[in-house]
């Protein structure tokens, strides 16, 4: 679960580097480019099925996970106080990460279908972008996704390196501040875009 989780945050930095070229004032040809680059490249392709490999692993993983903790403890306990025992962020793994994964095929489906498997019948993938973001629905659907998605690697990030042993009081600062990078501002980029494009595009 952790090497699953650190390598699709690998994949959020690239992703978000990329897709900042939206804000480039020049009709989307810089985008166009990236989206042809990542299209075409025989490299990027074969890192491609890698990460859906990951993306899956990690799907499934959790949801083994989520099912074992369930059969740990049939029977719930007469009074709890989760609130003491962990934090929000925890204890919604299993939501957030079910309605990222939802998000992400719904993502795919309106951007990465159409540009591996339409390219030819289809606008430019900035085309595709600036309509999908113009829909209030879509708009405000990934901008919940990423706040889920901010709970989500809240979580997740300081609990991968728990799990290699690397969550030490030496390295915990620098965990803390790199992990800050990851649940606030990576979403906060991400969730830019549509609000961009819907309100002043």
């Not at 929000?88 to 998000?103: C, D």
């Not at 309509?131 to 690697?153: D, E, K, T």
């Not at 606030?184 to 991400?190: D, I």
Request: positive net charge.
């Amino acid at each position: 679960m952790g090497i699953t989780g650190l390598f699709l945050c690998t994949f959020l930095v690239v992703h978000l580097l990329g897709n900042f070229l939206l804000f480039k004032n020049d009709g989307g040809l810089a985008f166009n480019a990236y989206s042809e680059f990542m299209s075409t490249n025989i490299l990027i392709r074969a890192i491609e099925i890698v990460l859906f490999l990951g993306l899956f692993g990690h799907a499934i993983i959790g949801v083994i996970l989520w099912i074992q903790n369930k059969r740990a403890r049939p029977q719930k306990y007469d009074v709890t106080k989760p609130q003491e025992n962990s934090s929000l962020s925890s204890r919604v793994m299993f939501f957030t990460g079910s309605i990222v994964f939802i998000f992400l095929v719904v993502h795919l489906r309106t951007f990465w279908v159409p540009a591996r498997f339409y390219h030819a019948d289809n606008p430019s993938m900035y085309e595709l972008v600036v309509s999908a973001f113009r829909s209030p629905v879509y708009c405000i659907f990934y901008v919940i996704a990423m706040g889920l998605l901010a709970f989500h690697l809240h979580h997740g990030f300081q609990s991968a390196f728990q799990t290699f042993g690397l969550k030490h009081k030496k390295y915990a600062a620098l965990i803390e501040g790199i992990g800050i990078i990851f649940w606030l501002l990576f979403p906060v980029g991400f969730a830019s875009m549509p609000i961009y494009f819907l309100l002043f595009l």
